[in-house]
């Protein structure tokens, strides 16, 4: 009986005591490379990040923790004469060409801002955002 209650309990508990793991999930569905960066809310301001190669036809994730809000996606295909942006919401800050972590992208002073889409994280802890040509 003791057994049977402790498996109940456990059985029960066990979802709680597991650490949060969300992932952000960028999918290229184009034949060209796309480079990538996002932006999460810290509970004060927002923070950009980037740039991630996202190879053609391939998927790059990012484990997020525990967070669960909206998340700003920008991409771009940087292929000579093939060039395209991807968002379509608000511009923020980025460094061009190099790594980049900005804080505040919206209110800092800067030389680039790029066009990012705003999405919400999905509630299964798998967000995905597909680059579509």
């Not at 923790?65 to 800050?93: K, P, S």
């Not at 209110?107 to 802890?125: E, P």
Request: proline share 2%; net charge neutral; with cysteine.
């Amino acid at each position: 009986m003791k057994q049977t209650l402790l498996a109940l309990i456990m059985l029960v508990a066990l979802p709680f005591m597991s650490k949060a793991q969300n992932l952000l999930t960028l999918e290229n569905n184009t034949k060209h490379d796309v480079y990538a960066a996002y932006a999460t809310y810290d509970g004060k301001c927002w923070v950009c990040v980037g740039w991630y190669k996202v190879e053609k036809f391939d998927t790059k994730s990012f484990n997020l923790g525990n967070y669960n809000g909206q998340i700003f996606i920008h991409g771009e295909n940087r292929t000579i004469g093939m060039e395209r942006n991807w968002g379509d919401y608000d511009n923020l800050c980025v460094e061009e060409g190099e790594a980049f972590n900005i804080r505040c992208p919206r209110k800092v002073d800067c030389k680039v801002k790029k066009m990012f889409s705003l999405i919400n994280s999905s509630m299964d802890g798998n967000t995905v955002f597909i680059f579509n040509p």
